[in-house]
């Protein structure tokens, strides 16, 4: 399904519910499926926590959880520590080219029993479930944060807990510290210095541990795009937020200052007015906590025909599909200039924006809504526009509800 954009202007105020963070739902789900006593309100109506919760429930021995990382690398570490039946872990064909070593191996270190099925390195995995022995790991944590939160999530069902040893520079650190803000809510101690983290050994209890997510900061960012591109006086008022998130990704609030958004948290809102023409100086920024929002800041610039260097995005080219090499691509289309090497993307100042370009979505519900917002400046298309249901199946309805127009 290709979706048409027309020129729109969004409703001058606005509200919209955003369901939970995936991030948040998928470790909980994982958390919930170790300790039974915990409940999850406002759970991420997203595929891959559809997908997370699909695989925990079901009783085959094949798991297939398409594009979901959260899901690939947590049920890894899950399924290593249960004592059932060998288990296939697989996902779709990016999941397969999506690196897991670092995880494997970590997970050998502690006794598991994986075993590649097709390429050394990748998914899919053979998990033979069994009593993890081990309690001291050493691992890269300048890949992803999805391995260390794996291990940290399995960590409190260990014997003797677990001590991480973390080597090189870490990378998207908010994750860490959400994994492990969870963990402590539930009860279970930790400690996170330097380069060390540990985890205790929790013991399930019979009270009901009750948790609420937070809605999703990097559905949120579609909406401070859409914003920082419309007239001043624009309002959107999204909930559920709240100022102290565990969500690396609401560093939205500060960094959309700079294109001349405001945001006001309410007991559980966020309103974000546009207050004040963009600065026009470049706009710089590192990242490497908050990978997810590159691609619609990257949009934003451009829309506002703002230059735009952004480093910290090592990580980008290994998710859904190689987002520097997209961005480059779909943004050249459409006229901008960009330069791109493993960690950087550089977009020159633009003069003009082409209209009527039909963007390639890779498979990357980011592209899709990452570049959505343009059409507040010119029509486009957005094609396989439903590969936003990774994390936001509600998108394009709420989309058109604050008054961008399909054809
Ligand atoms: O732990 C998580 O929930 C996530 C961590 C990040 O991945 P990396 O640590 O691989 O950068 C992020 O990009 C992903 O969308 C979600
Ligand atoms: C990278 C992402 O997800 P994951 O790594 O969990 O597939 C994302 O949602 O942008």
Request: net charge negative; glycine share 4%; proline share 2%.
């Given at each position: 399904?290709?979706?048409?954009?027309q020129?729109s202007t969004l409703?001058k105020?606005?509200?919209i519910a955003?369901?939970?963070?995936?991030?948040e739902?998928n470790r909980l789900?994982?958390l919930?499926?170790l300790?039974?006593n915990?409940t999850?309100?406002?759970?991420s109506?997203?595929d891959?926590a559809?997908?997370?919760?699909?695989a925990?429930?079901?009783?085959?021995?094949?798991?297939d959880?398409h594009?979901?990382g959260?899901a690939?690398r947590f049920?890894?570490?899950?399924?290593?520590?249960?004592?059932r039946q060998?288990?296939t872990l697989?996902?779709?064909?990016?999941?397969q080219?999506?690196?897991i070593?670092i995880?494997?191996?970590?997970?050998?270190q502690?006794?598991?029993d994986?075993q590649y099925?097709?390429?050394?390195?990748?998914p899919p995995?053979?998990?033979?479930?069994?009593k993890?022995?081990?309690?001291?790991?050493t691992?890269?944590?300048?890949?992803?944060?999805?391995?260390i939160?794996?291990?940290?999530l399995?960590a409190?069902t260990?014997?003797?807990g677990?001590?991480l040893s973390?080597?090189?520079?870490?990378?998207?650190?908010?994750?860490?510290?959400m994994?492990?803000s969870?963990?402590?809510?539930?009860g279970?101690?930790?400690h996170f210095?330097?380069?060390?983290?540990?985890?205790?050994?929790?013991?399930?209890?019979?009270n009901v541990?009750?948790?609420?997510v937070?809605?999703d900061?990097?559905?949120?960012?579609y909406?401070?795009?859409l914003i920082?591109l419309s007239?001043?006086?624009?309002?959107?008022?999204?909930?559920?937020?709240?100022?102290?998130?565990?969500?690396?990704?609401?560093c939205?609030?500060?960094?959309?200052k700079?294109?001349?958004?405001e945001t006001?948290?309410a007991e559980?809102t966020?309103?974000?007015?546009?207050?004040?023409e963009?600065?026009?100086?470049a706009?710089?920024l590192d990242?490497?906590n908050a990978p997810?929002?590159?691609?619609t800041?990257a949009?934003t610039?451009?829309g506002?025909?703002?230059?735009c260097?952004?480093?910290?995005l090592h990580?980008?080219?290994?998710k859904e599909?190689?987002r520097?090499?997209?961005?480059?691509?779909e943004l050249?289309?459409?006229g901008?200039?960009?330069d791109i090497?493993?960690a950087s993307l550089?977009?020159?100042?633009?003069?003009q924006?082409?209209?009527n370009i039909?963007?390639?979505?890779y498979?990357?519900h980011?592209?899709a809504m990452a570049f959505a917002?343009?059409a507040l400046r010119?029509?486009l298309?957005?094609e396989?526009?439903d590969?936003?249901?990774k994390?936001?199946?509600?998108f394009?309805k709420d989309?058109q509800?604050i008054?961008?127009k399909t054809?």
């Amino acid at each position: 399904m290709n979706i048409k954009l027309q020129k729109s202007t969004l409703h001058k105020q606005s509200n919209i519910a955003i369901t939970g963070s995936k991030s948040e739902s998928n470790r909980l789900l994982l958390l919930q499926a170790l300790y039974p006593n915990i409940t999850i309100a406002n759970i991420s109506n997203s595929d891959d926590a559809v997908l997370m919760q699909k695989a925990l429930k079901s009783s085959d021995t094949i798991k297939d959880i398409h594009h979901a990382g959260t899901a690939m690398r947590f049920l890894t570490a899950y399924y290593a520590t249960q004592n059932r039946q060998e288990i296939t872990l697989t996902g779709s064909a990016r999941m397969q080219e999506r690196p897991i070593k670092i995880l494997v191996e970590a997970l050998r270190q502690l006794g598991a029993d994986i075993q590649y099925t097709n390429n050394e390195g990748y998914p899919p995995l053979q998990i033979k479930g069994q009593k993890l022995q081990g309690n001291k790991v050493t691992l890269d944590a300048n890949i992803s944060s999805q391995y260390i939160s794996a291990l940290l999530l399995i960590a409190p069902t260990l014997e003797n807990g677990l001590t991480l040893s973390l080597n090189g520079k870490i990378t998207s650190v908010p994750y860490i510290n959400m994994t492990l803000s969870l963990l402590n809510d539930l009860g279970v101690k930790t400690h996170f210095e330097g380069n060390t983290i540990t985890v205790q050994r929790f013991e399930a209890t019979e009270n009901v541990k009750a948790f609420t997510v937070e809605s999703d900061w990097s559905s949120a960012s579609y909406f401070y795009s859409l914003i920082a591109l419309s007239e001043i006086g624009t309002t959107i008022e999204l909930s559920s937020y709240k100022e102290n998130s565990l969500q690396g990704d609401s560093c939205l609030a500060e960094i959309y200052k700079e294109f001349g958004v405001e945001t006001v948290f309410a007991e559980n809102t966020i309103t974000l007015s546009k207050k004040w023409e963009a600065t026009q100086e470049a706009i710089k920024l590192d990242l490497k906590n908050a990978p997810d929002i590159a691609q619609t800041i990257a949009v934003t610039a451009f829309g506002l025909k703002l230059s735009c260097n952004m480093i910290g995005l090592h990580t980008l080219k290994i998710k859904e599909t190689d987002r520097l090499v997209a961005l480059k691509t779909e943004l050249e289309k459409l006229g901008a200039s960009v330069d791109i090497t493993d960690a950087s993307l550089h977009l020159h100042e633009a003069t003009q924006i082409n209209e009527n370009i039909i963007i390639e979505t890779y498979k990357d519900h980011r592209m899709a809504m990452a570049f959505a917002p343009l059409a507040l400046r010119v029509p486009l298309e957005i094609e396989k526009a439903d590969v936003v249901s990774k994390s936001f199946p509600d998108f394009w309805k709420d989309l058109q509800n604050i008054g961008i127009k399909t054809v």
